[in-house]
């Protein structure tokens, strides 16, 4: 299977469109128009191997959408989801940190130096 990408220097022609009065707004909203038709891509994907493996017999039709995790599997599952949006999220919590007055750059490093044994 191949896959086309853009060669070296390849470039839309013309000006960008600008949407938002912000360029920031349109670069946020281009990336998350990516990443939606990345996740379609492994939606199609996903469907693809369900369907191959009940056609298959391998895995009769609807044992993902009736399967339910036992309690380790669930709670372990949960720690990976929250780890994983806790790291996706992390630049809006240190901005919300910051400008409730918690942490800082000084109190950061004021942490550092504490557990360095230099207070």
Known sequence: MTEWTPGPGSKAK???PSF???PNTDRLVSMLMALAGEVWVLRERLDTAERLLADSGALPAGAIDA???APDLAAEREAARAAYLDRILWIVSAAKAESEGGETADSYQDVVDALAGRD
């Open 20 to 22: 938002a009065p912000d």
């Open 14 to 16: 013309g000006r960008r």
């Open 67 to 69: 399967f339910r995790p």
